[in-house]
T-cell receptor
Framework: SQELEQSPQSLIVQEGKNLTINCTSS?????LYWYKQKYGEGLIFLMM?????EEKSHEKITAKLDEKKQQSSLHITASQPSHAGIYLC????????????FGTGTRLLVSP | DGGITQSPKYLFRKEGQNVTLSCEQN?????MYWYRQDPGQGLRLIYY???????QKGDIAEGYSVSREKKESFPLTVTSAQKNPTAFYLC??????????FGPGTRLTVT
């Protein structure tokens, strides 16, 4: 079973529309990290959330971590073609093993 | 510019040959990681190293080997024992907040 579930798996939105991607775990998220990946390229670090209720923004992208620290959302306002790509969440779920677990990603297409 | 470099971007090998993927970072990070990415499976951890001269197996270490002789370098060798080596390989190093910074990746094709 996947320790981090992302939804939706894929998303097509019209340019200018808003969208939300979710990342959910059954375990406490001690650190939640959002990344963006263009096909065939490495992951670009977007934001890190560590405290329950925390919210961060960068340009038109806002990420939140819920109070229970089991779910995070990534919200894009007024989407643009440059937002297209794969968004992945990674998390420290405190397995006692120094590693992050990653979701399988959400593929975003922005249509003109 | 600080960052992580991986080379080459594309690599082709014949079955039965070992191949080494390069990963270099100038971020002065102690911890480094190797992942494999396959369609629909997300990132899977192969090996990681918290400090020079030390490394640990990840979830799918079989058929792979690493070394960490210098802080800046963490090469990955894909051996002939790896049954399905064709994949996209990503190297990362870890910042102070445990965020990971990734290289551009190497796509390995074995025929």
């Amino acid at each position: 079973s996947q320790e981090l579930e992302q939804s939706p798996q894929s998303l097509i939105v019209q340019e200018g529309k808003n969208l939300t991607i979710n990342c959910t775990s059954s375990k406490t998220l001690y650190g939640l990290y959002w990344y963006k990946q263009k096909y065939g390229e490495g992951l670009i670090f977007l934001m890190m959330l560590q405290k329950g209720g925390e919210e961060k923004s960068h340009e038109k992208i806002t990420a939140k971590l819920d109070e229970k620290k089991q779910q995070s959302s990534l919200h894009i306002t007024a989407s643009q073609p440059s937002h297209a790509g794969i968004y992945l969440c990674g998390a420290d779920i405190n397995t006692g093993f120094q590693k992050l677990v990653f979701g399988t990603g959400t593929r975003l297409l922005v249509s003109p | 510019d600080g960052g992580i470099t991986q080379s080459p971007k594309y690599l082709f090998r014949k079955e039965g040959q070992n191949v080494t993927l390069s990963c270099e970072q100038n971020l002065n990070h102690d911890a480094m990681y190797w992942y494999r990415q396959d369609p629909g499976q997300g990132l899977r951890l192969i090996y990681y190293s918290q400090i020079v001269n030390d490394f640990q197996k990840g979830d799918i270490a079989e058929g792979y080997s690493v070394s960490r002789e210098k802080k800046e370098s963490f090469p990955l060798t894909v051996t002939s024992a790896q049954k399905n080596p064709t994949a996209f390989y990503l190297c990362a190093s870890e910042g102070q907040g445990r965020e990971q910074y990734f290289g551009p990746g190497t796509r390995l094709t074995v025929t």
